[in-house]
């Protein structure tokens, strides 16, 4: 303790203060030579804040990355590179105006450009049916119907071009092919929707080129969801000779045990159809049906015209059309484009 007093006597220590040394009574060994650094307790925080911004940052590239992934896929299957995208996904392409969405008028203005008039001529006759652009150089998806035995396809689209087109790949028993026009580029391309969301009630609109009228426009609402429909997988000569008779590609399917349009023949298939009462008449076929967002959600492909005479299709539309679900469409994209079923 003496020692101590000496020490806190010292000439240049006046500032120690040897009263800070005595507490009561008793004595504290001197202050360690940091003790007046303030921030030492804090130093150990410094790094726990700096790792913090760090870790959010790799989480948030981690998430862009998986995003990036996904974006990746999409376009590797538009492309064709083959990745593939679950039905559900929606494959982007013209868009709608956020004011023109939930309008007929809008909608039918933004995606007519991406509906097509196809003419398929044959040993037997021609037929005239419609088609959905889905690629900027001219892929198409219509019924196999429209173009099934087809010797020369013509396609033309909105503003008057025409082309010529082939046959990528044709599957008949979902009743669907996809053409390509030759020497296309730059076209707008459909969106093609969800049609698991699809609701009975909801309004439609259906595009196509019914009796050759390019580009007509019709609306109504969904009036039933999953009917089974019973149509004819290949295109037989006396129904090609019907259909050139008629005028118009009035094509004969079965549904709920009746038979519309004619004999469908030996050859069938049945596929889950959505049910429309917006206005398709022959030529309709291959064409669009369409929600109010503008996304495609059916192929529109089996209409009853009823007709007191059989060699005329003046008859037209009593509000009941069947369209294949584009869910169905775009689950067999790339068994279409690697040929399907010729």
């Known amino acids: 303790m003496t ?8 000439a240049d220590s006046t500032q120690q203060q040897p009263s800070a040394g005595l507490q009561g009574g008793h004595a504290y060994p ?12 804090a130093a150990p925080a410094a790094p726990v804040r700096a790792k913090r911004p760090v870790a959010l940052l ?13 974006s990746a896929a999409l376009v590797g299957q538009y492309t064709h590179s083959g990745t593939t995208t679950t039905a559900s996904s929606v494959i982007s392409g013209t868009p709608v105006s956020q004011s023109s969405k939930g309008t007929i008028a809008g909608v039918a203005q933004a995606l007519s450009p991406t509906i097509v008039e196809i003419n398929a001529t044959s040993d037997s006759g021609e037929a005239t049916g419609s088609g959905v652009i889905i690629t ?14 087809a010797s020369t396809i013509k396609v033309r689209l909105s503003t008057g071009r025409s082309y010529t087109a082939k046959v990528v790949g044709t599957d008949p028993d979902k009743d669907l092919a996809l053409i390509k026009l030759e020497g296309a580029s730059g076209l707008k391309t459909a969106t093609l929707g969800d049609s698991s969301q699809v609701e009975v009630g909801e309004q439609v609109i259906a595009i196509g080129s019914p009796e050759g009228l390019t580009g007509t426009v019709t609306s109504g609402i969904i009036s039933a969801l999953d009917r089974d429909v019973t149509v004819a997988k290949e295109d037989s000569q006396s129904q090609s000779q019907e259909q050139q008779q008629a005028g118009g590609q009035n094509w004969p399917f ?18 889950k159809a959505l049910q429309t009462d917006a206005s398709l008449n022959p030529g309709n076929s291959g064409g669009a049906l369409i929600n109010l967002n503008g996304e495609i959600v059916g192929i529109n492909s089996a209409m009853y015209a009823p007709s007191s005479d059989s060699s005329s299709s003046a008859a037209g539309s009593v509000g009941l059309g069947f369209a294949i679900p584009v869910n169905t469409v775009k689950a067999d994209l790339a068994t279409l484009r690697a040929g399907g079923t010729h």
Do not use: C, M
């Open 30 to 41: 001197p202050p360690p030579s940091y003790g007046p650094t303030v921030a030492a307790p």
């Open 58 to 70: 790799a989480a948030v590239a981690l998430a862009a990355a998986v995003v990036g992934g996904g």
């Open 136 to 149: 900027a150089d001219g892929e198409i998806v219509t019924n196999n119907h429209v173009i099934s035995g």
């Open 254 to 271: 079965e549904f709920g045990g009746r038979q519309f349009n004619g004999d469908t023949g030996t050859s069938k298939t049945t596929y």
């Open 3 to 10: 020692d101590y007093h000496r020490s806190s006597g010292d």
